[in-house]
């Protein structure tokens, strides 16, 4: 038959529909998920936020008020250090209420919290999925030995107590080095340990796509042409790994979000007076008693943010793949 | 929709197999109908995606308490099945009617041994306890050819070869001793010496046991010397139909046609293809207008426009041959005789 | 080739062949987390400029003369190349190690991890003594989660697209999605401090003084644990059933006429849970080796409360300590994993 | 610093008339120990907020029951030779007893000391270098042995002159005059130890390099207390201490739990001071500290140890709960909270750099992070109120309200040649909150006079080794400002002072004195002071040390540290003991 198998997709039902090029049916298909188009639009809003948070011209926190770092002494309570009013200091004002003890504004230090957040965790990401597409690719594509060297250093790295490690490794940390002091050090060493940890994540699964896409006639079809090993990976194998690299580091990101919360939240992420989540969230455990809301914002702002992400992925994943669903 | 039982041991009535999706309505069976007497061999022939192992499942009642929406009617020995209810179809499975399917190391369950897996299939229909039902697997692989069933019993679908595990599956299939044996691309997965050895087994156990059957297949060269009637299948309905003889030298469906050149003969080079059909099955949400065949057919603008705006019906040509096609009848033998026919003999 | 294989059951030789390849693969793989966390904590150290008398520094009290910070180089041989130095923390985790702790010299039979620089205890008894509150949470909400995960996932998958599907689905996707940090310490405000329902943080007591507060101590950190992975594993199972229902041979199980609820609990159940096994024992070995966030959250003293304290006291011998010990039971679970994968699915034993 | 302790005393007035409402001056009930049972209860209703602050609240003498302590943290060690923190110099008196202590008093008359093991306070001779100490006789150990002097000398000798305790202070060994003396566990022979002599078993006579006018303040640290040498197991000995007190060891599993019964070989007739009411005391350790607080409210347990106070949701409640509120005193502790400003990194070398500091520094904003005025009084000088020899004074007056004078910062920014402010950077110890919190507020402040902050975290660890308390690091990574606390190992200007402002300490590494003072006249004072054996005069030098410190601008106290201690209404015989700024431990007892 000249009826060429990949052109149909078949269902469970032996259904087959007509063959449309895989992106528009996963462009309809995300365009019927309701849940996930709720997710991209909360991430692409909550990335603009994050972008235009401080910039330009003190960006949208100064056009709402208060500076993430100034302290407002005068509306804390002294005796008890919580905010004075209910709801913690929640005004016109100060949306968000107050930080207790120095009363800093938390709406601009969760806007300013974003920032960090977000750009951790798009940048880990990014490292994560170079790294993982190239080891997984080297590791599928030439098998053997190659395979073997790196599917053992995945086994390695996932046999690291990673948390452990990545506290350990940010508590020992120089002042400066490789040229960058104070928090864009820290910020490259959060965004390089992240990235660097899960590499092995995106890897494996290029490494899967990429062993059964060797085996497909394209391949060696390219091959008997004469094709090299390079232009193989980069021209025939990469464009067929592009769904599911993006499908698995849209996913990535919210965990990501979550590891770079977590390092803050054990003190080892951005230095004060820089607003991190998980940094409020520290200071948090000294006053959710007397001051809740100062817990439940910043736990909203992750929560938010990472369902948004998990939605949107989700939603990618099902598009894209259909049978995962 | 309550019709005489009919006489036949297996008849279908205006089957459909619809399935709502969230890109349409599949429409993988649409109005199929047929007849099977005990003994005999049905081929159903059709390219992936033709409703040819739809109808099959929904034979078994395997669509039933999916999505599938059913309508029609199958009579089985007198029964009418897509009205009855689940329970009592499951009870029929297996004994009364059973299926061999297609790639047997999927459709075995990798976890279990093949005798367990026998067993069971045994146990569901007969009172009998594991060391006679395990017997009784024994016996029933031996009988299928496989060598030292006794030490084989206990081993995994994976330590089988392919022909092995075809054969084990046949095992499976037949353990009940089933009246109506479905077999869906019985041997896809094999090489030829193997598939002729299968095909052999089956038609010899479908003597033994006087059972219907009905291979399904996208090979016509596989049912050429089993089948008693072929059935054509496009787009989820029939094309053509009647008896080997009427496919193989009076074949009147231009698809029909192009499935017999694509047919592999020893005389020829295996990758060559005598008639190619051009394009891609069609789709079964936006089934084309007209003629499903149409935009693949050659001779579509032979038939005055009807091609594209009307949906030709399956008509009698001679004595139980039927044909779905907007040609006339002269026309198609004078193509089938004076274009097709010297070409394929040509080579 | 499976077909090549001799027929019958695999030898019991190939089996043990098996089992010893993966016990020397887990213990050269220790080895190398040994090595590598070693280096992390007393290379990179060095390579930035601390030197041996720094290292000792943490060892001498906040009035150290420099002769007592040369009397703690000595005596912990500081001044040793670092390959030395791994010798003998290794040879100390395998025979043992003595120490001078005051008038007599005190023994640290193995495995000696060291001793603390804080309170000058050896590291292994404290982590002996940790662990228990650490098994306690991490077996505890194990169960849980493996329970109701797992079931949750399995009846989504057979009510797909049903509310209670789409409700599951969206509890779980949230349970996913929140910190635990977080969700520990709403519980906690809510159930402790608002309700006083439980009691709060801190009050973990071990099962053998008092069972029942052992229990209620435990209760909102083993809910709190259980229900980001309860939400993950629901998740996994409910993808990993959809998958096997859509399997050959599912299909091939109800055309025998086998009851749809021997299909699901027989076929389906055993091919899905194979996988979902396995990340548990994963899981599971890394909870084991200290549920960090879990533990700080509740204020509970376990192996990852003792690491937390440790890294932010810089106390070295403990961090590496429980490091390697988590790696440990990593490992461990890696081994367990395997060697239950070779018994449950046929297939691998032979790969 | 980390771990200190001590003393407080004098000004204790002016303490009196800053932090409490009424009853000034020195303590009443002290010994009154005569009421029964009925006046306890009346007494516990009655009992105001502070109240034991200058009496005795819910006295007793009923014996008996369990009294229950809880530590958030684990101690360095529970052996009296070898921990360096405040609430341990002060329990460990349980079961240790050193040749002197403090007389058992609330108010001034506490930071009196009174003889323990010794007969007499410390005879010292004509050239001050040597005091002499006769021992009781009769003391014995829990085993029934008698106390022998060479057990006092074996004691200074472990936990001064070995490389294995190395928690507590080491002042004998900086001023005995031993030698190059390897300590006991080097050198077996005890004889060789030459800075401590004991002609016969009651007699201790310590040599010293140089008078040391303050001598019986070091002889009431718990170092002084008997070790039977066959009994030392070195870092061990927590487990198992010998007691001399009137409680004894009955288990201790380190870092968990020590339980301590009554010593029936403590003799009350030898003892000035301590008490023996409960039959067992408990003490948990690395218990989780909001729920000491609600175990505190609840009377499940009696006591905090560290005696720290109450935590910040703790706080709340007391606040806004009168009843409650009457059942906490606000103390004084020995610590000082400060920043203080490197003499050495640019451009803090210069002394008007350093005045813009004082003056810009928003004083309110960086008590906050303490609690507020709960937490602490703004504070102007080195040494704290309760110090022997403080006298009240403010040189850099920022404000009525002490929320800064920026007019005066930026003069003083000009006049330092950085009229428009600088880049600089404040060191803090990361895993401190509260101290995070100060270098926050600090950087707030001083934005506002166009001086930029940096904050940079240390691991409080290594803080002093590695860190702040290293010249070269401070140095090379520009630390101008360090935020640090501390506490008098003894509550006199000498006690409190010395290590953080002589020249001369200034260390390699574990240097206290960050800010690198170096000043001639404030050593020389330092000296004459030590010198001076006259307690008045001595006293006035003090201050005259603080007032010199304070010209540098170097020295920035935050707050002078104050904490929120509960006294669950079970507790009985409370008082707070000025020296410790926490309740007499010695005292307690518990209703049944």
Known sequence: ?325 | MTSPAPEAFLELRDLRIHFPTEDGLVKSVDGLSYKLERGKTLGIVGESGSGKSVTSLGILGLHKGGRAKISGEIWLDGEELVGASADHVRTLRGKKMAMIFQDPLSAMHPYYSVGAQIVEAYRIHHKVSKAVARKHAIDMLGRVGIPQPDRRVDDFPHQFSGGMRQRAMIAMALSCDPELLIADEPTTALDVTVQAQILDLMTDLQREFNSALIIITHDLGVVAELSDDILVMYGGKCVEYGSAEDIFYRPEHPYTWGLLGSMPRLDREPTERLLPIKGTPPSLINVPSGCAFNPRCVYADRTEGKSTSQVPELLETEGGHLVRCHLPRTERRSIWDNEIKPMMEST | MPGSDPPGHPGRTIVVAFIVRRVIAAVLMLAVVSMATFAIFFLIPRALGQTPEGMASRYVGRDATPEAIQGAVKRLHLDDPLIVQYGRFAKGIVAGEDYSLGPKKAECPAPCFGFSFNNNQPVWPTLVDRLPATLSLALGAAVLWLVTGVSIGVVSALKRGSVLDRAAMTVALAGVSLPIYFTGLVSLSVFAYTLGIFPGGGSYTPITENPVMWFQALVLPWITLAFLYAALYARLTRAGMLETMGEDYIRTARAKGLKESTVVTKHALRATLTPILTIFGLDLGLLLGGAVLTESTFSIQGVGKLVIDAIRGNDLPVVLGVTLFAAFFIVLANLIVDILYAVVDPRVRLS | MRKTNALALAALGTVLTMGLAACGGTAGGGGNTSSGNNATGDAASAAKHNDAYTKVVNPSDAKGGTLKYALSDEPDSMDPGNTYYAWNWNFSRLYSRPLMTYTAQPGEAGLKLVPDLAEAPGEVSADGKTWTYKLKKGIKYDDGTEVKAADVKYAIARSNFTDELTDGPKYFAQYLDSGDYKGPYKDKDLNNFKGVETPDDYTVVFKLKAPFSEFDFLAANPQSAPVPQAKDTGVDYEKAVVSTGPYKFESHEVGKQLNLVRNTNWDPATDSVRKQLPDRIEVQFKQNAEDIDNRLIAGQIQVDLAGTGLQSAGRAKIVNDAKLKDSTDNPFTPFNRYAMISTKVKPFDNIDCRKAVQYATDKVATQAPWGGPLGGEIGTTAMTPTTVGYKAFDLYPNGADHKGDLAKAKEALAACGQPNGFEANVAVRGDRTKEVQVAEALQASLDRVGIKLTIKKYPSGDWSAQYAGKPDFVHKNNLGIMIAGWGADWPSGFGFLSQIVDGRFIKASGNYNMMELNDPSVNELLDKGIQTTDATARNEIWAQVDQKVMESAAFMPFVYEKTLIFRPSNLTNVYVHPAWGMYDYTWLGVKQ
């Open chain 1, 1 to 325: 038959m000249e009826a060429k198998p990949e052109a149909v997709l078949e269902g469970a039902g032996g259904k087959a529909i007509e063959g449309r090029s895989l992106g528009r049916i996963a462009w309809m298909r995300l365009k019927r998920d309701k849940a996930a188009i709720i997710g991209a639009f909360v991430v692409l809003f909550l990335t603009l936020v994050a972008i235009f948070a401080e910039r330009p011209f003190g960006g949208l926190i100064a056009l709402f008020g208060d500076s993430p770092n100034i302290p407002n002494n005068d509306l804390i309570d002294p005796l008890t250090s919580a905010p004075i009013g209910a709801w913690g200091g929640i005004s016109l004002e100060h949306p968000f209420g107050l930080e207790p003890v120095n009363g800093r504004d938390l709406f601009a230090r969760i806007l300013s919290g974003a920032q960090i957040s977000l750009l951790v965790a798009f940048l880990a990401t990014l490292l994560s999925v170079v790294v993982g597409s190239l080891m997984g690719v080297l590791a599928g594509f030439f098998g053997g030995w190659v395979d073997t060297v790196i599917s053992r250093l995945m086994d390695v790295f996932l046999a690291f107590p990673l948390l452990l490690f990545a506290i350990a490794i940010v508590g020992a940390l120089p002042d400066r080095a490789l040229g960058l002091s104070g928090n864009g050090l820290r910020i490259a060493v959060i965004v390089f340990i992240i990235g660097f940890f899960s590499w092995p994540y995106i890897a494996r699964i290029v490494r899967g796509q990429t062993l059964s896409l060797r085996e497909r006639e394209f391949v060696d079809a390219a091959r008997s042409l004469g094709a090299g090993n390079g232009y193989i990976i980069f021209r025939e194998m990469l464009p067929n790994l592009v769904a599911p690299i993006l499908v698995y580091a849209t996913l990535l990101i919210p965990t990501n979000i979550l590891f770079e919360a977590a390092l803050s939240f054990l003190g080892v992420g951005v230095n004060e007076p820089q607003a991190s989540w998980g940094g409020m969230l520290t200071r948090a455990v000294d006053y959710y008693q007397i001051a809740p809301h100062f817990m439940i914002v910043p736990g909203l702002a992750i929560f938010i943010t990472v369902m948004a992400f998990n939605l949107l992925g989700d939603g990618l994943r099902d598009a894209l793949d259909p049978r995962a669903r």
